[in-house]
């Protein structure tokens, strides 16, 4: 599919669905997302997927968040790619990742409460699948009041993965779809930001005609297009050359914790106290930027990875990753 009709699909499916806080429910167009196969996009069909490039997921994630929708489809999307590689692609339900901490528990499972198995990584060993028909689930939120559960599973509802991805390459997918979550929602929140003081007037004529605001707002796009070009290079690397990946999505992750600070920030200011009023479509955004941006991986976490193996790599491979 190409991008222009992939952007068309994601617009008819998503342009008329109302952002609000998940709360203790699914959103009502997450059964057109499944019935669509979006969560299977990038899985190749013989592996039980619906085909497409990773490109092509990254857009439908970007896509959702830029609409200020909260709904599973990266973590879904996760899941079935890890159950696909370990053989158990007719998984019914809802299936999403997990990771234990250092505990032994997963804690911060993206919707976890609503889905029907997990895949779980722990810090050491493979991965299993865990059957949530037995399991506790204690019930959290983060910022943007998305859940974020933490989940206690007997040993005996525990299946191995053995072929399953490692934690390693789940975290890197993991980061590199959040980092694509938090371009979208940063665009919509410029687009927001756009039309407001397009459409507002100050003084007798619109807000975009004072020079400070046009500056913001220009600022905000540069933001925009360095995060989806760091982006765009990290996906090219997962699919080209996996042996890159790890780097350019730090650098794509760092890239959008630092756009999605600096954008909420324009953002609210050029809409003054409107922006953070609950009836406002702004905060469905920021609040996400916020959120998102400490999964995952935080910006200082990334970047201090990035920064240790910069400086111990030989020349010739620091050539290699800045040349590329």
């Known amino acids: 599919m190409n991008d222009a009709l992939l952007a068309e699909v994601a617009a008819d499916v998503l342009g008329s669905a109302t952002p609000q806080d998940a709360g203790d429910r699914l959103p009502e167009v997450w059964a057109t997302m499944a019935e669509l196969e979006w969560p299977l996009v990038s899985i190749p069909e013989s592996s039980g997927g619906a085909g497409g490039r990773l490109a092509d997921l990254l857009a439908l994630v970007g896509a959702v968040a830029e609409h200020g929708l909260s709904a599973p489809l990266a973590e879904a999307a996760l899941a079935r790619w890890a159950v696909a590689a370990a053989g158990r692609p007719d998984l019914p339900g809802l299936v999403l990742p997990a990771w234990e901490d250092d505990t032994g528990v997963p804690r911060g499972a993206a919707w976890a409460r609503h889905a029907r198995n997990l895949v779980v990584w722990p810090r050491t060993g493979a991965p299993y699948l865990a059957d949530l028909a037995t399991a506790r689930v204690f019930c959290g939120t983060n910022l943007a009041a998305e859940p974020r559960d933490t989940v206690v599973v007997g040993a005996d509802a525990r299946t191995p993965l053995p072929d399953a991805p490692s ?134 976490a990334w970047s201090t990875w990035l920064g240790r193996t910069t400086a111990t790599a030989t020349e010739d491979e620091l050539w290699d990753h800045l040349t590329g």
Request: proline share 2%; hydrophobic share 45%; aromatic share 2%.
């Open 167 to 300: 934690r390693s390459a789940s975290v890197d997918r993991a980061a590199l779809l959040n980092a694509a979550a938090i371009s979208g929602a940063a665009r919509g929140a410029h687009e927001i930001t756009r039309l407001h003081v397009t459409r507002r007037e100050q003084f007798g004529r619109p807000l975009i005609a004072l020079k400070a605001v046009a500056q913001s707002l220009a600022g905000m796009r540069a933001e925009l297009v360095s995060a989806q070009a760091a982006l765009d290079r990290a996906c090219a690397a997962h699919t080209d050359d996996p042996t890159r990946a790890r780097p350019a999505t730090a650098a794509a992750k760092i890239r959008a914790a630092r756009a999605a600070t600096s954008i909420a920030r324009g953002a609210h200011q050029l809409h003054g106290a409107m922006g953070v009023t609950r009836e406002h479509s702004l905060h469905h955004v920021t609040r996400k930027l916020w959120a998102w941006r400490d999964e995952h991986g935080t910006e200082r």
